[in-house]
């Protein structure tokens, strides 16, 4: 939702909190600001817009003073200003916060302050923390900030500075995520890993209710009692480099092209000699995954796609009952589970507030919960039952996709192993599954080195303002997500379909002015139907572009434009089928002039309800 960095050491903080908080950009981007102490003195520099476009105006990094905080905003409660930009500060001008979450009492709270005679600048929920602070303050920003925090309704990741403290910087979480990070006489706070990795590799994720007092060379956990905690310190594997774009355009077109390195990444480890090796990280007996007779994956977006993709797979092989929930419906819903029935949340983030609740309601219903989740040590991973992780490594751009195409191969090795346990499939018949898998990321090269068609492509379409996308089977949910690809960075208002869905309404959309992408690779369940599905839309005049087994060339008699993706499993070929269409949605958005990490009213990490 939103970006914070923190920094205190013997360096000038602005440069480095500037720096981190770009790489932090794609939590937000409606406004930016920072504040450090300067000679006992807080100096704040704000101002909407992205952070490239404040630094026209205002010099960021030439602030003074080697301890300071930086915000970068997704807009909750208060409209896009620079009064409501963070920091925020106290009436006296001695504290300065930034904040990421939700304070839900924050209407009385400001009702109590104003009472005491604090004035407001800004019509946001965050102010209201920097006036309790100085409410409570007598000398001791620890204390004062804790007090104030025993107050507060809601989430929060917090950063705050004292210009009377100027040798403490304070973090405090509940519900945001908030990392600190431990370097040479020099720490850090940031709301993820990308924005310190520079520095240090040596981080402690804070755990809900719990307050952090950095100094330079030095730090103290302890939580919302005071009573001291010891912490781990979790050492990151990423490479700075690899948080960066190396050398391409947008995160988004270098993750799109990292697809066969996450997914080999991904299956590290995990296949040995023909056989699945999950079980460590499964952290299930036998006895309890023997019990499972039913499944419920519960996400939102992309992760929400690559459930409905899971299903398949899991009740084609594995023989066993899956339902997909939204987890933003689960969890207020009264949902049957019980001890017999497994929860897989899956997540990229592993910070989303929906699919954290939905996995909270799992809990109290007594079923275990297994996350897949793509950031270690993340909300989500910390309160499953067991995590198979996906290590796309960092995803930065707004819109998800080597992070789902990972998700989809953990869901596949995850699904080989129950048909092992179930004996749904005999030891062979995984074996071949298996190999087919080990080719996926060799395919998914060959599908990377040639973009011309697609290319041409989005050249054409891009200046439509609607379309539609057809899958059957196991191409429904990937239609989903190349819809959602197209609508989210080029703004064009896409829907995707169950192929046969369009006799029932959609077609009456049908011109030629309508571009239809139909996912229709060959299959053996549903392949004629879906050219006779082209065939209606043909006779509407539309225009159909068909994502093919490569060889068809029954399709290229009938489709507008065909790209070929390399012949597979029928249920490999969704992962494969999703590439064209993440490059298409791609070259639309830059076509278009628009940035795809960061488009209009979206963030990454979408950590409030
Ligand atoms: C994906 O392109 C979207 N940005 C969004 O739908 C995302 O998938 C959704 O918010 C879920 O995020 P998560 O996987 O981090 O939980």
Redo the contacts with the bound molecule.
């Keep these: 939702m939103c970006g914070i960095i923190g920094y205190i050491g013997n360096s000038k903080a602005a440069p480095i909190l500037i720096e981190g908080l770009k790489r932090l950009e794609y939590r937000g981007y409606d406004s930016a600001g920072i504040s450090t102490i300067d000679k006992n003195n807080i100096i704040v520099e704000k101002d909407i817009g992205k952070i490239n476009e404040i630094e026209n105006k205002i010099n960021f990094s030439g602030l003074d003073g080697n301890i300071g905080i930086s915000h970068c905003r997704w807009a909750t409660h208060g409209s896009v200003t620079k009064e409501n930009a963070h920091p925020h500060l106290d009436c006296s001008g001695n504290i300065s916060i930034v904040h990421n979450g939700i304070i839900e009492n924050f209407s009385e709270l400001k009702q109590k302050l104003i009472k005491n005679g604090h004035k407001f600048s800004s019509s946001t929920d965050t102010e209201v923390i920097a006036h309790l602070i100085e409410d409570n303050y007598n000398g001791d920003i620890e204390k004062a900030t804790r007090n104030a925090l025993k107050q507060i309704e809601g989430s929060y990741a917090l950063g705050v500075i004292c210009s009377k403290e100027p040798d403490k910087l304070i973090a405090a979480r509940n519900e945001s995520p908030l990392i600190l990070g431990l370097g040479k006489d020099e720490n850090f706070i940031a709301s993820d890993v990308p924005a310190i990795l520079k520095y240090t590799n040596k981080v402690i994720y804070l755990e809900n209710n719990e307050m952090a007092v950095l100094t330079k060379n030095n730090y103290l956990i302890k939580d919302i009692n005071g009573n001291k905690i010891n912490k781990k310190i979790v050492e990151i594997d990423w490479d700075s480099e690899l948080a960066e774009k190396s050398g391409y355009e947008h995160f988004m077109l270098k993750e799109i092209h990292e697809q066969p390195r996450a997914i080999t990444e991904t299956l590290n480890g995990r296949i040995e000699n023909g056989n699945i090796n999950i079980k460590e990280e499964l952290n299930l007996s036998n006895e309890e995954l023997q019990k499972i007779s039913r499944i419920v994956i519960v ?5 929400w796609h690559a459930a409905l993709v899971g299903e398949f797979m899991l009740e084609e092989l594995a023989k066993i009952p899956v339902e997909i929930e939204y987890a933003s419906e689960f969890r207020y819903r009264n949902p049957v589970i019980n001890e017999n029935t497994l929860v897989i949340a ?7 507030a929906d ?1 954290l609740s939905a996995i909270r309601e799992a809990k109290k219903r007594n079923t275990k919960v297994v996350s897949i989740v793509n950031v270690k040590g993340s909300s989500i991973s910390r309160e499953s039952d067991s995590v198979l992780y996906t290590y796309a490594g960092p995803e930065i751009g ?3 996709t080597k ?1 789902f195409t990972a998700q989809l191969v953990v869901l596949y090795l995850f699904t080989l192993f129950m048909s092992g346990l179930k004996k749904s499939l005999d030891d062979e018949k995984i074996k071949e599954l298996l190999e087919k898998l080990r080719k996926l990321p060799l395919q998914m090269e060959t599908l990377l080195n040639d973009n011309k068609e697609i290319k041409r492509i989005s050249d054409i379409y891009k200046d439509k303002h609607n379309a539609l996308f057809l899958g059957r089977g196991v191409n429904f949910p990937i239609a989903l997500e190349g819809a ?2 197209l609508k ?1 960075v080029s703004y064009i208002h896409a829907e995707g379909y169950p192929a046969a869905e369009m006799k029932h309404g959609p077609i009456a959309l049908i011109d030629k002015n309508m571009p239809v992408v139909f996912i229709a690779t060959k299959d053996i369940y549903t392949y004629k139907k879906v050219l006779g599905n082209i065939q209606e839309i043909k006779a509407r005049d539309g225009i159909v572009i068909a994502i093919a087994t490569e060889g068809d060339e029954e399709i290229k008699k009938i489709a507008d434009y065909v790209i070929e993706i390399p012949k597979t499993l029928y249920i490999l070929s969704s992962i494969l089928a999703v590439i064209p269409l993440q490059l298409l949605a791609y070259y639309v958005a830059t076509d278009r002039n628009l940035d795809p990490d960061k488009p209009r009213n ?1 963030s ?3 950590t409030v309800e």
């Design positions: 996400a939102c977006g992309t992760s899956i997540s990229q983030s592993g910070e989303t699919t707004v819109a998800s992070a959602l690809k989210e979206l990454k990490s979408v």
